[in-house]
């Protein structure tokens, strides 16, 4: 019965131009508010996937690492055990140090990483390569792969370089660091350039992992790090929680989301927070709602008191204004939706509006639609409106009128 009251005081003429117009100012807020918070959360979840796809090219699924110092040194036969852990496709040992890299009168730090032969297993890196090949060369004669950032750094032209770099790394066994033997010199040719992400083609070389081991002095057994990658549909922590009793406590193990779990913590923190300043938009519309049942509920006095002359309850009024409430949050709530899957789709399609500047990896606005975002949007939409009816409904339901008057 309420729903009927409340649908035909919803469709029906009012007597006064004012509640009419406030009520669809009402609706048209909730309408932008649902959609822009669909829009926006819809354009989180697009770069939270872009940056995690590229993050996802660079580190491994699991990573471990020593506890205390710069290296590990693992014997072959655990070396054996690990591979044979279910769950586990392929692994890599890799060498890593901070070193200096110069091109005649231009030099940069870097990191070089040393790496086996598969290491382009462990991750997609060969399909951000923009010049030259993924070739590290051997021992004698190595080869390096330059991020971008650096490329532009030291001025090099990789497919055209009439000059090897030289690098300079240091000597782990020197006593005195600052002393001429403190580093060690070496001659080596560039072979392809990468670009992934700044963070990364800012920072990292790569060469063979043979080559940075005789550079660093490392023993045989002895390595920087492990990376593992995973076989398809594998619980990552299961596998984990198996490497890390096999290995021991003297070791980290990590997953890719604990190798980067600042930047998904932030990424998640940013969600939250647009989406806690966008349902501002909304909570500024339920005063707009407030405002138009209220004057629905003075216009509609005597309606009140027939109803109640006839045995309504208090709590019967209420409900068909709280009904009322609900009505405008599911058409406004919907219309929003729909316009916000509109956009979208256009966007994901057409790819209308662009990205500034034009120096990332795409030249336009990511979208990706989330059905649970829509769920949350909902929720929220009826929870702020239904609050917002609340005290209309209230003051309603507990008013003394009479037919007389």
Not at 320 to 333: H, P, S
Request: aromatic content about 10%.
């Amino acid at each position: 019965m309420n729903f009927l009251f409340a649908r035909r005081y919803f469709t029906s003429k009012k007597s006064t131009n004012a509640i009419t117009l406030i009520a669809w100012i009402s609706i048209t807020a909730i309408i932008v508010g649902t959609a822009a918070l669909i829009i926006v959360l819809s354009v989180f979840n697009g770069f939270e996937d872009l940056v995690k796809g590229l993050y996802a090219d660079f580190y491994a699924d699991i990573r471990v690492t020593p506890q205390t110092g710069k290296t590990l040194t693992l014997p072959s036969n655990q070396l054996e055990q690990l591979e044979n852990i279910p769950g586990i496709a392929h692994y890599s040992l890799t060498a890593e140090e901070k070193a200096l890299l110069v091109n005649g009168d231009n030099q940069s730090i870097v990191f070089v990483k040393g790496v086996d032969s598969n290491y382009t297993h462990i991750n997609n890196i060969q399909s951000h390569m923009v010049r030259g090949s993924f070739t590290l060369g051997n021992a004698q004669k190595p080869q390096l792969i330059v991020g971008a950032g650096i490329e532009n750094a030291l001025g090099l032209d990789v497919e055209h370089s009439l000059y090897s770099l030289t690098l300079y790394m240091p000597n782990t066994h020197a006593g005195d660091m600052l002393s001429s033997e403190g580093l060690y010199a070496y001659n080596i040719v560039p072979a392809g350039t990468f670009m992934i992400q700044e963070d990364f083609d800012n920072k990292y070389v790569f060469t063979n992992l043979a080559f940075v081991k005789y550079m660093l002095n490392m023993l045989h057994n002895e390595y920087s790090a492990i990376e593992i990658k995973l076989s398809e549909n594998v619980n990552s922590q299961a596998v984990q929680s198996k490497i890390q009793n096999l290995l021991g406590n003297t070791f980290i193990v990590q997953t890719r989301y604990q190798q980067n779990e600042s930047l998904y913590t932030v990424m998640e923190v940013e969600k939250w927070v647009i989406y806690g300043i966008l349902s501002i938009i909304l909570i500024i519309a339920a005063f707009n709602m407030i405002g138009a049942l209220t004057m629905l509920v003075l216009e509609k006095q005597k309606d009140i008191a027939v109803l109640k002359a006839l045995g309504a309850s208090d709590g019967l009024i209420q409900k068909i204004f709280l009904t009322e409430g609900f009505l405008l949050a599911i058409v406004g709530g919907g219309a929003g939706i729909i316009l916000a899957i509109l956009i979208c789709f256009i966007q994901i399609k057409f790819h209308l509006i662009g990205l500034g500047g034009g120096t990332f990896i795409i030249n336009y606005y990511p979208v990706k639609l989330v059905p649970a975002d829509f769920v949350l949007v909902m929720i929220t939409v009826l929870t702020i409106v239904l609050l917002a009816a609340w005290f209309p409904a209230y003051k309603a339901g507990k008013q003394k009128l009479s037919l007389k008057s």
